[in-house]
């Protein structure tokens, strides 16, 4: 007996459908425009700042040296960096145990740049049902022209972020001029086109697709939930039955007008409970209050809640791992501001010179030849005075004292002697002193060995 089987053709990849959220106004999205005017306030206006006749924050990597303010960072200082990220990842850990994706819905810089990019977007091609209209549609002149003037107001936009993100890197004044006479460097050229290529793609055509499938914070988020974790939450009880305002029978407050679905980012359904793609916008509140005050209907149908309050129990806000996080958050925010206070504005690295070991000089007295590295981290240039101590009687033969400019790094040679007959012959451990003559609180003592034949 013969079979027809029927060919199948399966996909393994999900087709994306575009998503084109509805405008919403409301509470949570003024809080959302607030947090995207403070940011980007910062992030582009920072570069522009002026510290002590420099830029305010640069981190410039062709000098090695990083300032931030009044603070001039080294390469030796990138335990400050590890500490930083250290605490970023617990400041996520403890929010998110707290009120869930706060920082995905409000400050993440994917959610940040696809709310301008929507705006554009929407003050050219129009709200949700005339972009729809417009992609259907067939092409033509109209839709080029609309489609072209919204894709280049993109890349503008992206192109000045780009070339904002190079300027924290190379002062933003010079890579300015560079730019202007088209004379920017090979790196500088490939990052900006780089970086704006990352934005307009990410914000411009991706969008969810990045917090979908490229974010990892979505996949383990539920690790860090709880029951007491504050959500976005759809109030089922209240909500169900389902019932249009038209239909005869009586129903609960949800109208199933869909609103909630057309405002979010993400595409999907809050009222089918809480999902990984979700990721905190509180968009689907705005428009849910806004449906339930035209109906008539009390407000929070759709609003941030716990599982605990859900099912009719007492939220608990500190609970033990919102205790422990903190309790580590504060703990290395404290040390770190303490060891930024008490740092001190000198740096010196000793390095010997291998090309001449140890040699006799006139008198029998024997010399070893160092390279001092000195590095004053300060904003004013200082004067240090060099010593040497760890064996009886031994002394710098020559120049003792150096000038070392504000947030520069000078390499002395230094000859250090030892009269015959001090101490016998073999590896000796001898101290390096550096300090400045006017601040005797600024000082450093730096290790290494002497060689008697």
């Known amino acids: 007996m013969k079979n027809d089987l029927a060919s199948v053709e399966v996909s393994l990849y999900e087709v994306r459908h575009a998503i084109h959220p509805r405008a ?141 993100f190079v300027g924290y890197f190379t002062p933003i004044r010079e890579l300015a001029a560079e730019v202007a006479s ?96 979700c990721i905190g916008c509180a968009a689907c509140i705005d428009g849910c209050e806004q449906v339930m005050d035209r109906v008539g209907r009390p407000r929070g149908l759709i609003r941030y809640s716990t599982a605990r309050a859900m099912a009719g129990g007492s939220t608990r806000i500190l609970r033990p791992r919102v205790l422990i996080y903190a309790a580590i958050l504060g703990g290395i925010a404290l040390a770190m501001a303490a060891s930024l206070l008490l740092r001190v504005p000198l740096k010196v690295d000793v390095i010997r010179d291998r090309a001449a070991i140890a040699r006799e000089v006139e008198g029998g007295a024997v010399e070893n030849v160092y390279r001092l590295q000195i590095m004053n981290t300060s904003e004013r240039a200082r004067r240090f005075e060099i010593s040497v101590s760890g064996i009886p009687g031994i002394e710098i033969e020559g120049r003792r004292e150096v000038e070392v400019p504000a947030a520069e790094t000078r390499t002395v040679p230094v000859r250090v002697r030892v009269s015959p007959g001090a101490t016998p012959p073999g590896t000796h451990r001898i101290e390096f002193g550096v300090h400045d003559e006017e601040a005797e609180d600024v000082r450093v003592r730096e290790k290494s060995v002497f060689i008697l034949r």
């Open 24 to 164: 919403v106004h409301g509470w949570f999205a003024a809080w959302r425009w607030a947090l995207v005017w403070a940011t980007q306030l910062v992030f582009y206006g920072l570069a522009w700042l002026e510290w002590n006749g420099r830029q305010a924050v640069l981190f410039d990597i062709a000098h090695r040296t990083f300032y931030i303010f009044g603070l001039v960072l080294w390469p030796q200082d990138v335990i400050y960096l590890a500490v930083l990220l250290i605490l970023s990842a617990l400041a996520l850990f403890l929010f998110t145990a707290v009120a869930g994706r706060l920082w995905c819905g409000y400050a993440c810089p994917q959610t940040v740049y696809t709310e301008i990019f929507l705006w554009i977007e929407r003050r050219i091609e129009g709200d949700r049902n005339a972009r729809i209209r417009l992609d259907q549609a067939a092409w033509s002149w109209k839709k080029i022209a609309v489609k072209t003037a919204k894709h280049s107001a993109w890349i503008a936009l992206a192109l000045w972020t780009g070339f904002t």
């Open 182 to 277: 088209r004379a920017t460097g090979a790196w500088e050229t490939f990052w900006i086109f780089f970086y704006g290529f990352a934005t307009y793609g990410n914000a411009g055509w991706m969008r969810e697709q990045v917090c979908k499938y490229m974010c990892p914070y979505a996949r383990f988020q539920s690790a860090m939930f709880d029951a007491d974790t504050l959500v976005i939450t759809y109030d089922r009880g209240r909500g169900e039955p389902r019932a249009k305002l038209s239909a005869a029978e009586k129903g609960g407050d949800c109208v199933d007008c869909g609103i909630c679905v057309q405002v979010c980012p993400t595409g999907i359904d809050i009222r089918n409970g809480l999902q990984y793609e």
